[in-house]
């Protein structure tokens, strides 16, 4: 059986950074992608969907060559759907003239998708009636009705209020619990990834560097730059010589611990608390052994800025 979508050493160095790239996903795996702006990411989405034409290498889904601009008039791939953070919908139209246009299903199946996306109640609306994550569940419905085998979301929870991100990352999850559809998700936000994803691809400066599970991404970051896409962490110097004995780190370079891996105990390495910072669900501490500073979180903890305490790493 040949794979549901793989990029065979695709590059594009015009008018975009992206080193030849390899990778596989299987049918109705989830996968994001993350790296800074630049990196790479956006480029091979739309290389995916057809809507960008690679400078060399190929991209072929289920099996068959996905044809970019130079390739065919009308850009994109029938059965894949990309939805950007500049998506864009025809003002003046009421929402179910949007959808009924798109929609390639009958009535009752696209309503689930008008259930599952949140907008039943928006269907007799105006599309200027609309507020932006309005918008953002009706541009992502007129996708799915669409019927697509990938669905490919570029950003999908950028300039969203609070509220409308919870809905609209609500949305994400149901589609691929709920549908037969595999989906690519860009994004910058650790939360949004590390509880969604079968698996996470970091791209930086062009080159995918590391490609593995939320856990092996997290906990175990090629570089400092992986691990600070994740979230917060701790570069453990090769010149602290003696933190890295009280940590136990066997290993000759520098070394990633993650603040919730270190606990404050009775016995351990001397440190100095400099900075105390509540978050609600932890307290962030900021602590300073004579060799480096260290960035711990505690769940329930009453130290106070100028305190000594001792610090170990968690077993």
Same mark, same amino acid.
């Given at each position: 059986m040949s794979d549901f979508l793989h990029l065979n050493g695709i590059y594009k160095q015009t008018g975009s950074n992206l080193q030849p790239t390899t990778f596989t996903i299987k049918q109705f795996q989830k996968t994001a992608i993350m790296g800074e702006t630049g990196s790479g990411k956006s480029t091979v989405m739309k290389i995916i969907g057809g809507l960008s034409q690679p400078d060399g290498g190929e991209t072929f889904f289920l099996g068959e060559k996905v044809k970019g601009p130079n390739d065919k008039l009308i850009p994109g791939h029938p059965g894949i759907a990309y939805l950007s953070q500049h998506f864009e919908l025809f003002n003046n139209y009421y929402v179910h003239e949007l959808l009924e246009y798109a929609s390639k299903l009958p009535d +009752?199946?696209?309503?689930?998708?008008?259930?599952?996306?949140?907008?039943?109640?928006?269907?007799?609306?105006?599309? +200027?009636?609309?507020?932006?994550?309005?918008?953002?569940?009706?541009?992502?419905?007129?996708?799915? *009705?669409?019927? &697509?085998?990938?669905?490919?979301? +570029?950003? &999908?929870?950028?300039?969203? +209020?609070? *509220?409308?991100?919870?809905?609209?990352?609500q949305v994400v999850h149901d589609i691929s619990a709920s549908l037969n559809i595999t989906c690519i998700l860009v994004s910058h936000d650790p939360e949004d990834v590390l509880s969604w994803a079968d698996q996470v691809l970091i791209f930086q400066n062009g080159e995918m560097i590391q490609q593995g599970s939320p856990k092996e991404i997290y906990f175990n970051p090629i570089n400092a730059y992986a691990a600070a896409l994740t979230g917060d962490h701790n570069v453990i110097e090769t010149s602290s010589v003696q933190l890295r004995k009280a940590f136990d780190i066997q290993d000759n370079h520098s070394s990633i611990i993650r603040p919730e891996q270190i606990q404050i105990t009775e016995h351990g390495i001397h440190a100095d608390v400099v900075n105390v910072t509540f978050c609600g669900d932890h307290t962030k501490l900021e602590v300073r052994t004579h060799e480096q500073s260290l960035l711990i979180f505690a769940l329930f903890s009453k130290v106070e800025i100028g305190d000594n305490v001792r610090i170990s790493l968690l077993k």
């Open positions: +009752d199946d696209a309503n689930i998708i008008f259930e599952i996306c949140k907008i039943s109640h928006l269907l007799k609306r105006r599309t +200027d009636q609309l507020s932006g994550g309005e918008r953002q569940r009706i541009a992502l419905a007129r996708e799915l *009705v669409r019927l &697509p085998k990938l669905l490919l979301l +570029d950003e &999908p929870f950028s300039n969203l +209020d609070m *509220v409308n991100k919870r809905t609209i990352k």
